[in-house]
């Protein structure tokens, strides 16, 4: 493919993003490229409606596909929260570190054993007919009772990958990109878009 939006503001997520699609993709557009865009209301109840909110109306604005992801941080301990609401947990305008206060303070009386948690991604690519397809990915982990690591972003310095005895924020970018819901979703995507 020649082109493709990527429907995000976040430039953590857009290179990681840039990393894994540079051999799909001649070139990657981010919303900082087209400002006159107006910002979706993300109000879908799951993240797939969410995603394919945000990717169908860059795609009909723009007339080129786009793609838009939604994740999130699910916890057992809290029911699925914060879920959706994962990138505004603590308010609106709340950054990463608030939001992480605001987990670690409601975990705070839950035990190691019991901080079982998900990360889930979906990614929505949609073209300018309207036409949208869903690409998902999930990484299993535990939280931390204090964060480690200073790389990636959102609750990355909060959740531990078993299997590698680190956090996503201790990972190097090219492990994280392989094992992380949203670098499953995207493979499960690149490999669609070689395919075309």
Do not use: W
């Not at 929260?81 to 303070?105: I, M, Q, T, W, Y």
């Not at 959740?159 to 995207?186: M, Q, W």
Request: glycine share 10%; net charge negative; proline share 5%.
């Amino acid at each position: 493919m020649k082109e493709l939006i990527v429907a995000t503001g976040n430039r953590g997520k857009f290179r990681e993003l840039e990393l894994l699609l540079q051999d799909a993709v001649g070139r990657l557009f981010s919303l900082a490229d087209f400002p006159e865009l107006a910002p979706v209301v993300e109000d879908g109840a799951t993240f797939s409606e969410n995603a394919v909110k945000k990717a169908k109306s860059a795609a009909l604005a723009t007339g080129k596909p786009v793609i838009a992801d939604d994740s999130g941080l699910v916890v057992d301990a809290l029911n699925g929260r914060p879920g959706v609401h994962s990138a505004r947990f603590a308010g609106e305008e709340c950054s990463d570190a608030e939001n992480n206060v605001k987990l670690l303070r409601e975990l705070a009386e839950v035990p190691a054993e019991c901080r079982t948690a998900a990360f889930h991604c979906v990614i929505a690519f949609c073209l300018p007919d309207g036409t949208c397809l869903t690409f998902d990915g999930e990484l299993k982990g535990i939280v931390m009772n204090a964060p480690r690591g200073s790389d990636g972003f959102g609750y990355d310095p909060l959740f531990l990958v078993p299997e590698y005895g680190r956090t996503l924020a201790e990972l190097p970018l090219d492990v994280k990109n392989r094992i992380s819901h949203r670098g499953k979703a995207l493979a499960k995507l690149k490999t669609y878009l070689l395919g075309l």
